[in-house]
């Protein structure tokens, strides 16, 4: 549905592009997240598939329609493309009320009074605001006027839905609240979305693929699944939920000579630079007790341990002096200073390889 | 235009310029009442020039006239310039100081007139391009709550003297000064001004606030005009006024400009002008009178005093005189 | 590669509009000032008037004089306008309402005649307040002189207060309180709160006030040449006027007033890219954005009868006071202070008379449809001017800015003159010595300050607002029509209202541009005045303050009924 081919974005006056050769293809009906840190560029991708910033080279096509091409010099103003944007901001006009800010697309296509009273109301049901379709948009709260900007985005029936980080100005129980509201209204509606955001526990909930980019650059293209379970980038597997990253001096078939020393790969991987594990997928046993199975058994001590509910963090210093964070079941006992063996399953070894030059 | 065109227009033209000289009155009148409205540049508020025409249309009923208000002479003078520039015409009549008549006139704006055929007197007319309407004449005025009778200066030695020091008001213009010099000579002149000066004088943008503050009290005397002292006067305030021993003036003439829309009609308004009739018509209206007329108020109040001011060809010198002059008044302000 | 920055259609209609409006007036501005007669259309070129006005060492007195002055009044104003403004727009104070009226009044007073109120009340011989303070204090000598610089400044405040707050009141009025409240919850006290987030975020408002008070200051006439000239307190506008009425020589000094009027383009010029540059970072000052803010008021409290007394003190010094005077003056036969002998030679004579006066009449007529179209199309432009200059990325969006704001620098006498020759040389544009050469006039004048009133308003402007209309299919102009100009309105309605009031005032452009039947009120006020009836002009006054008085409260009632006004 929207296809963005080597898209590079200089700002007016900036030393260096904000956008680097960025292409991807969103499928219809997909959910994809834009992910990364702040200034590496989603935003102004998703700006620019908008139409509300000039791209400096590239194109952009929303459908079967170019609507951006410097090589055809093609660049279809905002108000008419195929597209409806929620911003961080809600950008809920002020001086009109919940039913006007609504029907404000389709007051633009002329649409008919009738007609268009009739699709305000079922858009205002569907998140739940049916009731408010009167009230002054300054007597709304927050979260009540995130809903009013998503009604208005989709009342218009556009193709593709952009959302710019629309649930961040919100606390956290209601962040979590209309995450999966969100979502299950973008898949009954059947909207194309390309959603920005930095949180990735949010990118993770939501998205059918996520693309994480990084500096204007895009690094990994993946599902959720892969990019947390199978990154293959550094910047990857520490930007999505946290990771230990091994650094690998060198690689013997599917053996692998780290700093924590020789680690047996689940399979013989080429060009490799470094291994990296999730906390969750480190087996911690306490030295006494008799070995679990498993390959790469390395020892070490528990420097910390801090329970957080539904899991224990715990922090273990390796013979080598290396530091790794763990993460256990909240029923185990350990206590600090205690001696245990860690365990790092070859098939949680992710391999990584060079991060992708800036 | 093409050729044929023009040559008629101009054969015309010289046609009527030859052919007015010849006309009387009378058929000047009838060619005014056939041309458009004659149109009258001059300064005085439209209330008072309502007068003046009303007793101009008494007399002419079918000569149509309309009266444009143009604040100042210099206001006016280039309004003229700029219209000539632009449209090749401006006012019919216009009515100025010396120094806008003869900057006009060096411009070629200004028509030659046959001042006898219309019957204006030789003494009104120094040239073939102007004639006097009325005058500014420079008058004392003082508030009579606090000065005393016996008090009032008589003459300008007296006016200058200390005890008036903050006291006495005065136009921003050393003009007064200025056309003293013309009987007195540009030493002695500079001489009274330089006293003048000394006893610090209030300035005023124009004479007719100057004549209200001495009326209100804010000043016992001021040196300003006969028609702007007139107003608190007849309104009752406490304010009287007398011609010193020399009196200084500016004569507002008035002028006829080049391929004006109506000569005939601007010959018979400056005839009737210069009537008896019209300057005290204009007299009434404006308070200004011609001085030249003994009959006037103006010049019964000005009989028997020693008049000053410049001829209208020595503009240009009294202009000079005027800028320095000018300078040296606003000096009263470093003296604080 | 797509070329960045192309001319759109609006900046292009603007740019045309613009150089018709502004650069021709500027041209022969800068043309007569090479001419050796001064007028453009006259033989000759010559740095003469350069050298007269530049080397004369006097000159330069007279441009110290005005800076003192001209900085007195900006400092003056501002600070009386923004603690006006913030009390109104920020404060819980009571009867806000009245006190938008009470505050946008004076501006519709002839500054002249505020002069003339002042002096009568405040002249060290005998005023009566003067009067007054010597009855109850037992003095000998009158204790106030307005005939001094301090007197000057005082009263040129007074009258440029309401300018200042309608700038600043509007942009107090969009201030989002998260600002505040996150400096106070930051342990911050109010000196430090006033420097680092009030000034800070109203900085392209005050700059905007501020540089249009500093060339006012400097061009001004009417209140220095009242209370300044009589003790010979000269400042430039002084020496403006007295070249185009007084110089002898028989004509204007055009010549001189454009060599003058040169370093004034200079000084805007600077002041103009300033401003630019400040508010370059427009982000930083954004405050209207979708997030539907409530205003939050500080509750006064145990000062809100000082507040309310400060309101009051404005009032009675700006409007009480010359008003009582003027209908004082008005009720009299001739100028004279107040006084119990006066008392019995009161008389309405005054009044009548204009009554009586069909010219008067007429005159009204045509100032009130000359102002309110004026009014009309000057907010018009300046909302475009606005918009083009902050949001569209078209090229010559700084040339546009400039062109609009450059009137200021123009003297008014110049402008009219320059009208002349435009509009008898376009003899097809039958304009000239009509009505209709004095609202394209005005529109031209006050360009200026209503530009920047717009500029410092949509700044404050979320660009998402327009944006979410954007990508909801709105076109540029809809987005306009329906989101920035309800939200701009208010401020674009006191950009309007004060337009109408100085229209309504206005005397020196009016009268060059006198035609036959274009006479305006302030032409008739001042005709009065100057031409002996001081008492007739004051009556003239009395009604005009009468009549704006209506306007005033008529739009106080209609902008306090608008839904979205946070009236909570």
Request: aromatic share 8%.
């Amino acid at each position: 549905m929207v296809k963005i081919e080597n898209l590079w974005l200089t700002y007016p006056g900036a030393a260096a592009p904000s956008v680097k050769d960025i292409s991807l293809e969103i499928k219809a009906g997909e959910f994809l997240t834009l992910l990364g840190p702040s200034g590496c560029g989603k935003t102004s991708t998703l700006r620019s598939v908008a139409g509300l910033e000039t791209p400096t080279a590239g194109s952009i096509s929303i459908g079967d329609t170019v609507v951006f091409s410097d090589k055809q010099a093609c660049n279809v103003p905002t108000h008419a493309r195929d597209i409806a944007m929620v911003f961080q901001s809600y950008a809920i006009w002020p001086h009109m009320t919940v039913g006007q800010n609504v029907s404000f697309p389709l007051d633009v296509a002329r649409t008919p009074r009738a007609e268009s009273r009739k699709r305000v109301a079922e858009v205002l049901a569907m998140v739940g605001l049916a009731d408010l379709i009167d009230r002054s948009a300054t007597q709304l709260s927050g979260g009540q006027q995130q809903r009013v900007a998503i009604a208005r985005a989709l009342v218009r029936r556009t193709s593709v839905m952009l959302l710019d980080e629309p649930l961040s100005n919100l606390d956290a129980k209601l962040r979590e609240q209309m995450r999966l509201e969100l979502r299950d209204l973008l898949k009954r509606v059947g909207m194309t979305a390309i959603y920005v955001t930095h949180d990735q526990e949010e990118a993770l909930m939501l998205s059918d693929r996520i693309a994480l980019m990084h500096a204007g650059k895009l690094i990994e293209v993946g599902t959720p699944r892969e990019l947390y379970l199978a990154p293959t980038t550094e910047f990857g597997a520490t930007f999505l939920g946290a990771a230990e990253i091994i650094a690998v001096t060198r690689c013997d078939g599917d053996m692998a000579e780290t700093e924590v020393g020789t680690l047996q790969l689940a399979r013989t991987v080429p060009n490799l630079a470094s291994v990296a594990i999730r906390p969750e997928a480190i087996v911690v046993e306490p030295a006494r007790e008799p070995a679990a199975v498993g390959s790469n058994r390395i020892a070490g001590h528990l420097t910390s341990v801090v329970f957080s509910g539904r899991q224990q963090q715990l922090v273990v210093e390796l013979a080598s002096g290396r530091k790794m964070n763990a993460q256990v079941d909240a029923m185990r006992n350990f206590t600090p200073g205690e001696a245990v063996q860690v365990v790092l399953p070859p098939e949680r070894l992710m391999p990584l390889y060079k991060d992708p030059t800036p | 235009m093409n050729m044929p065109i023009r040559l008629a227009t101009t054969l015309l033209a010289c046609a009527a310029a030859t052919a007015s000289h010849a006309q009387s009155l009378t058929e000047l009148i009838s060619t005014a009442e056939k041309n458009p409205a004659v149109t009258w540049y001059e300064s005085s508020p439209s209330e008072q020039a309502d007068k003046v025409l009303a007793a101009f249309t008494a007399k002419y009923p079918n000569i149509k006239i309309r009266h444009t208000r143009l604040v100042g002479g210099n206001a006016l003078a280039v309004r003229s310039v700029q219209e000539i520039q632009a449209r090749g015409y401006t006012g019919d009549v216009l009515t100025g100081g010396a120094d806008h008549m003869w900057q006009l006139k060096g411009r070629g704006y200004l028509e030659a007139v046959d001042w006898d055929a219309i019957k204006v007197p030789k003494a009104m007319a120094p040239n073939p391009y102007m004639t006097s309407t009325a005058a500014s004449v420079y008058v004392l005025s003082w508030n009579t709550k606090n000065v005393k009778d016996s008090e009032v200066p008589t003459t300008w030695e007296q006016v200058l003297d200390p005890k008036w020091t903050g006291r006495i008001g005065s136009w921003v213009r050393a003009a007064a000064f200025a056309q003293l010099a013309a009987t007195q000579g540009e030493e002695k002149a500079s001489k009274m001004l330089d006293r003048f000066v000394a006893i610090k004088p209030m300035l005023f943008k124009s004479t007719f606030p100057l004549a209200q503050a001495v009326g209100a009290g804010e000043i016992d005397l001021g040196i300003g005009f006969y028609h702007s002292t007139l107003p608190p006067l007849n309104a009752g305030a406490p304010i009287k006024m007398h011609a010193l021993d020399l009196v200084p003036m500016h004569i507002i003439y008035s002028a006829i400009s080049k391929d004006a829309r109506n000569i005939a009609g601007a010959k018979v308004l400056l005839s009737w002008l210069s009537s008896e009739e019209g300057a005290l018509a204009y007299e009434n209206a404006t308070g200004r009178g011609n001085p030249m007329l003994a009959t006037t108020k103006t010049a019964q109040f000005i009989k028997g005093k020693t008049l000053s001011e410049w001829p209208p060809e020595k503009s240009g010198e009294l202009g000079e005189l005027n800028e320095r002059y000018n300078k040296k008044l606003e000096t009263v302000g470093a003296a604080k | 590669m797509i070329q960045r920055q192309r001319f759109t259609p609006l900046n292009i209609g603007l740019l045309l509009l613009l150089f018709y409006l502004v650069a021709i007036p500027l041209a022969l501005l800068l043309v007569a000032s090479f001419k050796p007669s001064g007028l453009p259309l006259d033989p000759g070129w010559g740095l003469v008037h350069f050298r007269d006005v530049y080397g004369d060492p006097g000159f330069y007195g007279l441009v110290g004089n005005t800076l003192v002055f001209a900085l007195g009044c900006t400092v003056g104003a501002l600070t009386v306008g923004g603690v006006l403004a913030w009390l109104v727009e920020r404060t819980d104070l009571p009867y806000k309402g009245a006190a938008r009226v009470a505050i946008a009044l004076p501006m519709v007073l002839p500054p002249f005649l505020l002069a003339m109120g002042w002096a009568l009340l405040a002249s060290p011989r005998n005023g009566s307040l003067n009067e007054l303070l010597k009855n109850l204090f037992g003095l000998d000598t009158g204790p106030l002189n307005i005939y001094s610089l301090g007197g000057m400044v005082f009263v040129e405040t007074l009258a440029l207060v309401p300018s200042v707050y309608l700038i600043l009141s509007s942009a107090f009025r969009n201030m989002d309180p998260a600002l505040e409240e996150a400096a106070m919850t930051s342990g911050a006290r109010w000196p430090q709160m006033i420097r680092r987030i009030f000034l800070p975020m109203l900085a392209p408002a005050l700059l905007a006030a501020g540089a249009y008070l500093l060339i006012v200051g400097f061009l001004v006439f009417d209140v220095p040449g009242t209370l300044g000239m009589p003790v010979g307190l000269f400042v430039v506008s002084s020496r403006i006027v007295y070249l185009a009425t007084d110089q002898s020589g028989g004509t204007a000094a055009y010549g001189q007033i454009a060599a003058i009027g040169v370093t004034f383009l200079i000084l805007l010029l600077g002041l103009a890219w300033g401003y630019r540059k400040l508010t370059a970072q427009a982000s930083r000052f954004v405050t209207i954005t979708g997030k539907g803010f409530r205003p939050r008021e500080l509750r006064l409290g145990a000062i809100t009868p000082v507040a309310i007394a400060l309101v009051l003190l404005y009032f009675l010094l700006a409007v009480i006071a010359p008003l009582g005077l003027l209908l004082w003056t008005s009720l009299t036969p001739y100028l004279a202070p107040m006084s119990w002998d006066m008392l019995p030679k009161l008389t309405l004579d005054n009044h009548i008379a204009l009554f009586s006066n069909r010219r008067l009449g007429a005159a009204s007529w045509t100032s009130i449809w000359v102002a309110a179209l004026s009014a009309t199309i000057v907010t018009a432009i300046s909302l475009l001017v606005a918009w083009s200059v902050l949001r569209s990325k078209g090229r010559g969006r700084m040339l546009i800015d400039t062109l609009s704001f450059m009137p200021l620098a123009i003297p008014g006498t110049m402008i009219g003159m320059a009208l002349i020759y435009v509009y008898l040389t376009l003899s097809f544009i039958p304009v000239y010595g009509t009505a209709w050469i004095l609202v394209i006039a005005y529109v031209t004048v006050y360009l200026s300050f209503t530009s920047r009133a717009a500029n410092a308003t949509l700044i404050q402007l979320h660009p998402e607002l327009e944006e979410a209309a954007r990508t909801s299919g709105g076109t540029p102009a809809y987005t306009i029509r329906r989101i920035v100009l309800p939200l701009m309105m208010p401020a674009l309605a006191g950009a309007w209202i004060w337009v109408v009031a100085h229209v309504m005032r206005e005397l020196s452009t009016a009268l060059l541009l006198q035609g036959d039947d274009n006479t305006t009120v302030a032409v008739q006020l001042f005709s009065y005045w100057s031409g002996g009836q001081p008492n007739k002009a004051a009556a003239v006054g009395v009604w005009l303050v009468l009549a704006m008085t209506v306007v005033t409260v008529a739009w106080q009632w209609l902008s306090a009924r608008r839904p979205q006004a946070p009236a909570q």
